[in-house]
C-alpha cells in the first residue's frame, strides 16, 4: 500500500520564479493538505483540499495556490518565489469521514531551495 | 482555536533510560492525537496514535496516555536507543468538520550512547 508521494525531492530555484510542486495521497484518503516547514520549526498549514477545492486555508500570502485533482492528487504552486519560501514542504492525506480511524499521513517531502 | 504546547523542547537520556514528552490542548473537541517522529531532512513519521475514546495505548518500547479532563496527552518511550533520536512532534486534531489539525513545537530527543 503506497503511502504519500511528493515530488520533485529536492528543488533550486531563482527569486521571482515560479514552482510547482506533486503529491498524490495515501491509497484511499481523499484529502490533502500542504504544509511548509522552515529548518529547526514545526511544519506551518497552508492550506488544504478536499473534493478539488480548497476548504481552509492557512496565513500564506495568494502567492500560495493549489490545486486537486480528480484522483485525489493536488498540486502546490508558488509564484513570485522569495528566498524565504526556502523550506522543506510536506503533504499530508487523510479520509474525510474517518480521520481518526485512517490516519493522517505525512510525504517525505520536497527541499525547496530559492537562490 | 486550537493551540497545543509540548515539553520539553529538548531532551537528552543515556541510551536503555525513558523519555517522556508532554502535550495539553486547548479545544475540547479534538478527538485524535497522533505523534510524529520527524528526522533530519525526512517527512514526519507517524509513530502512534491515540482517539478520544481510549486512555492509553501501547506499541512496544511506544506508549501514549491521554487525559481529557486535563487536556494532556504524552508519548513514553522506554528502553531508548541512539535511533530514536529525532525531532518528535505532538498533534491534535479534531476529525469532524474541516480536520484542523494543530502541532506542537517540536522536541529534539538525544539519546546518548
Known amino acids: 500500500d503506497a503511502g504519500v508521494t511528493q515530488s520533485p525531492t529536492h528543488l533550486i530555484k531563482t527569486r521571482g520564479q515560479q514552482v510547482t510542486l506533486r503529491c498524490s495521497p495515501k491509497?484511499?484518503?481523499?484529502?490533502v493538505s500542504w504544509y511548509q516547514q522552515a529548518l529547526g520549526q514545526g511544519p506551518q498549514f497552508i492550506f488544504q483540499?478536499?473534493?478539488?477545492?480548497?476548504?481552509q486555508r492557512g496565513n500564506f500570502p495568494d502567492r500560495f495556490s493549489g490545486h486537486q485533482f480528480p484522483n485525489y492528487s493536488s498540486e502546490l504552486n508558488v509564484n513570485a518565489l522569495l528566498l524565504g519560501d526556502s523550506a522543506l514542504y510536506l503533504c499530508?492525506?487523510?479520509?474525510?469521514?474517518?480521520?481518526?480511524?485512517?490516519?493522517?499521513?505525512f510525504g517525505s517531502g520536497t527541499r525547496l531551495t530559492v537562490v | 482555536g486550537e493551540n497545543v504546547e509540548q515539553h520539553p523542547s529538548t531532551l537528552s537520556v543515556q541510551e536503555g533510560d525513558s523519555a517522556v514528552i508532554k502535550c495539553t490542548y486547548s479545544?475540547?473537541?479534538?478527538?485524535?492525537f497522533p505523534w510524529y517522529k520527524q528526522e533530519l531532512g525526512k517527512g514526519p513519521q507517524l509513530i502512534i496514535d491515540?482517539?478520544?475514546?481510549?486512555g492509553e495505548k501501547k506499541d512496544q518500547r511506544i506508549a501514549v496516555t491521554l487525559n481529557k479532563t486535563a487536556k494532556h496527552f504524552s508519548l513514553h518511550i522506554t528502553e531508548t536507543q541512539p535511533e530514536d533520536s529525532a525531532v518528535y512532534f505532538c498533534?491534535?486534531?479534531?476529525?469532524?468538520?474541516?480536520?484542523?489539525?494543530?502541532f506542537g513545537t517540536g522536541t529534539k530527543l538525544q539519546v546518548i550512547p
Open positions: 491509497s484511499g484518503h481523499d484529502t
Open positions: 479545544d475540547s473537541a479534538s478527538n485524535y
Open positions: 483540499y478536499y473534493e478539488e477545492e480548497e476548504r
Open positions: 491515540i482517539r478520544s475514546n481510549v
Open positions: 498533534a491534535a486534531i479534531h476529525s469532524g468538520g474541516y480536520q484542523k489539525v494543530t
Open positions: 499530508a492525506s487523510s479520509l474525510a469521514r474517518s480521520l481518526a480511524n485512517y490516519g493522517y499521513t
